[in-house]
């Protein structure tokens, strides 16, 4: 892991009046780049080639001769072979002159590589970097984990197939579509094996992966993605925010929900079981009476990633949930960076953020004004790693 020390002698060099906020050029870096204009950043995309006309020629900024923006966002789109092509030392050191800060988001984290960005990667990024890794279900210490040091409420694991005795949602990869999903939901060891059999021929999943996939009891109710923002340069009774709240569309379980029964039964093996890839977000609020809960639940996490993961979390983290009939939150996935739903906010900024800070305020802006901030007053160290 790249030291702390190490990255704050990198930042010796940086002329901290003149920073650029860079991410990956796909997840969420529309929002991270609106944010960054609204408080005054020059943005610039990594992109990979093939990729990059929404970067590149729909969202590019204009500036009058003033030099305000007058139209779109990204300031600069740098194409590159692949999106790891950033890990290069030569292309490291560009970006350190550039006065880069680099944004992390899932695409980053999942095309570059954990360990590459943990160990080789040697350019200051916003938030913790030793907590990326606890993303990954794989991990020994993964989010599972933390969830029970802190503990948070999560879905009961079930360890063998044959155990099945509700419904569950089983959790792997998908073998065809890199980054996607392969989950399926079932009530019983055999829909467990008739499910799992369809998928394998169809080549939706591999036997590996359903090998060591997590089998978790199904929570009921609708799903909700926390996006909080912690601060360390605010007072201590202000650093946790809840900014805004997201739910997911997902292809193809969302045509599914859309037919009648009757209709599904019909369906051939091969469009009956739908597939849960998310394509888009829409945005949401929680019911008064629940909010305290949920800042209870970020309020746990921060305090166990600080136990586990020094310094602990550092600006935006979201907790995906479920609520049950009994409003009950259950957490089911963990993001300790940006999430992938607030692209729905970029521009009119979250509900919840807005009203705290009486103006529109994204995910991507709240990154940015605390870059700004911690400029001011001479503070980055405490936002970068």
Known sequence: MIDKSQISQILEDYDRMKLRIGMTASHSALDICDGAIEEGFPTVAYCQKGREKTYSQYFKTRRNQSGRVVRGMVDKAIVLDRFDDVLSPSFQQSMRERNVVYIPNRSFTSYCGIGAIEDDFRVPMFGSRNMLRMEERTEEQDYYWILEQAGLPYPDAIDDPQDIDCLVIVKLHHAEKQLERGFFTCASFAEYQEKSLALLSQGVIDQESLDGARIERYVIGPVFNLNFFYSPLEDADNRLELLGVDWRFESSLDGHVRLPAPQQMTMPIHQQIPEMTVVGHNTATIRESLLEKAFELGEKFIDASKEHYDPGVIGPFCLQTCIDKDMDYYIY?????????????????????????????????????????????????????
């Not at 009119?348 to 901030?373: C, D, F, Q």
């Open 333 to 385: 996935d963990v993001a300790p960076r940006l999430g992938g739903g607030t692209n729905v906010h970029v521009s009119v900024g979250h509900p919840y953020g807005n009203a705290t800070w009486r103006k529109p305020m994204s995910s991507g802006r709240r990154i940015a004004m605390e870059l700004r901030r911690a400029v001011e007053q001479d503070r980055l160290d405490e936002v970068l790693t």
